[in-house]
């Protein structure tokens, strides 16, 4: 039988498989990256006045633009489609590497100067837009809560909606008068101007897309280069190498949720009162020496918004989406044979776990416990 010399044997990886394991077996979840916050002085010690950060320390925006490779085979059309919205090309070929002309491109659309024989396989390197414009009409759902059907991304898995990252113009149209913002999450609005619930609003916002990555639970000390101090992981993210991350950024799972039951204390006149989560779902119920309070609700993901009474002291059941931040990234070789591999980071869980450096955090240990107090 003949010896295979492995030194003149050509295997090559196929990127696209990896990405494509990635895309089938991965959920979709909201991402913010993190940066550092002007107001931390020389000794890294942010301001607890500063009203950028909320004394946080680290400023969060959404990630709103991704690099990404698509690969295809033409159809003999004018036209290419790719598998996401183009904010712009950096580079378009076909597979022996010779530039194909294009005319102009427009969502995920690629329109062709002449249109290439059917069966050329092509590569195109992009930016992907992970925003959409919306405009059209919101609805008033009382106690200053504006709900605007915005849209996102769909598959046979659900329905997963984007969030506002901005907005344009809010106007009610009923009073021909400007709408106040105080302030925006997901598809909801709160303000402090006067309206009915049957005056007509008109919005306009930009949305930014959810991304989809894998995730795993892990249960292993993860030990960083030039550190003493063993960090201990509670997951493991794997994402398309061109996405990168970086130490801090919060993932948020959509479709996760999780129930726990904490024990809170207020400052007596406070309209709004945050919660140790970062983004709250739903609220089971809320009680305290007088019964049950039903006329609270859940505004900015994480804050109660009280109505005629506000307690001193409640207890409050939840069910609320897990959000991980990312942990310091390890040096890896991830860029074998001139191509760029899924890469691989692991995850804290951010939720009760903040230390009060970025929100208020539980006293004590034990998330696992059924009371805590905070």
Known sequence: MPRINMDKANIRQNVALYEGALARH????????????????????????????????????????????????????????????ILSINS??????????????????????????????YHVDYVEDLTQTYTG????????????????????????????????????????????????????????????????ITIECITVNPVKFLISGIDQKEKYERSYVAQEADAQLTTPGRYYMGSGDLITLIKAKQRVSVIGITNRGEEFHVLPFFHVKSIFNITDALGTITDATIVRNNE?????????????????????????????????????????????????????????SAVGAGLNQGNLMY
């Not at 294009?102 to 329109?111: E, L």
Request: a neutral charge.
């Open 26 to 85: 991965g959920q979709y979840m909201r991402w913010q990256t993190a940066s550092k916050c002007y107001c931390v002085d020389e000794m890294a010690r942010p301001d607890p006045n500063c009203k950028e950060c909320l004394g946080r320390g680290d400023i969060y925006s959404h990630v709103s633009q991704l690099d990404r490779v698509d690969r295809g085979m033409t159809t003999g059309a004018y036209t290419i489609t790719t598998k996401a919205n």
């Open 92 to 121: 378009l070929v076909d597979n022996r590497n010779v530039a194909i002309p294009y005319a102009s491109f427009v969502d995920d659309t690629i329109t062709l100067v002449t249109p290439l024989p059917k069966g050329r396989m």
């Open 137 to 200: 009409v919101a609805t008033y759902e009382g106690r200053g809560i504006i709900r605007v059907p915005i849209t996102g991304i769909s598959d046979l898995t659900g329905n997963y909606i984007g969030e506002i990252i901005s907005i344009t113009s809010a106007v009610n149209t009923t009073r021909s008068e400007n709408i106040n913002v105080i302030s925006f999450w997901e598809n909801l609005i709160l303000t402090d101007s006067n309206m009915d619930l049957t005056d007509e």
């Open 304 to 360: 109660i918004q009280w109505g005629l009474r506000i307690p001193e002291k409640f207890s409050i059941t939840l069910m609320y989406s897990p959000t991980f931040a990312v942990l310091p990234d390890l040096p890896q070789l991830r860029y074998a044979e001139n191509k760029v591999f899924p890469r691989k980071v692991m995850l804290k869980q951010w939720d009760m776990n903040s230390r009060g450096n970025k929100r208020p």
